[in-house]
């Protein structure tokens, strides 16, 4: 068996970037439910255990992913974006996964999966950051509202621009630092 090749951050803001221009995204906020949709990709939300945000699995061939409904609307973007990450770049794992049943493998998005060790599931951050907040947009945002990485550390304009981009202040405030380290 072949060793699987590991990800960099790089590579896996690639993967959104490629994505994100094969769709002509070109504003906030992404629709990444749309994005996951036009790859082929189904969404269920259900009422799911607190500390469980998602999942995805493969059923009958076809990629899924489960969000807790109960969740916030941008808790639940967010996982969409990370299960349509673990789905673009770890299909290999999720199909041949831990089985459920004869026709299902699964991956869960739950405490552990938050805390970011798992290799697997800090690439499917670096990817649903990369989806939400592409570079290319946080920077168009920015120029558009004349905004320099100095006002970035006022939370109320953090704020502001999460909301833009429906995503947490937390998740826009780690994510410009990644782009402008």
């Not at 259900?46 to 990629?63: A, H, Q, R, T, W």
């Not at 690439?123 to 990485?149: C, S, T, V």
């Amino acid at each position: 068996m072949a060793k699987r090749q590991k990800l960099d951050r790089q590579s896996c803001e690639q993967q959104a970037e490629k994505i994100l221009k094969a769709a002509n995204i070109d504003s906030w906020p992404v629709r990444v439910d749309r994005l996951a949709k036009e790859e082929g990709i189904k969404i269920r939300y259900e009422p799911l255990d607190d500390e469980l945000s998602g999942m995805c699995f493969y059923k009958d061939g076809v990629p899924i992913i489960g969000v807790n409904s109960r969740h916030a609307p941008n808790r639940q973007r967010f996982t969409i974006a990370h299960e349509f990450g673990h789905i673009i770049m770890h299909a290999d794992i999720l199909q041949k996964g831990a089985h459920v049943d004869k026709t299902i493998t699964m991956l869960r998005r739950d405490p552990d999966s938050a805390q970011g060790v798992l290799e697997i599931e800090i690439q499917a951050n670096q990817f649903a950051a990369a989806i939400l907040m592409p570079d290319f947009l946080i920077r168009k945002y920015m120029d558009e509202n004349n905004l320099d990485y100095g006002l970035l550390q006022d939370e109320d304009v953090i704020e502001e621009m999460a909301k833009a981009f429906k995503v947490s202040s937390t998740a826009l405030a780690i994510r410009m630092g990644t782009i402008f380290k």
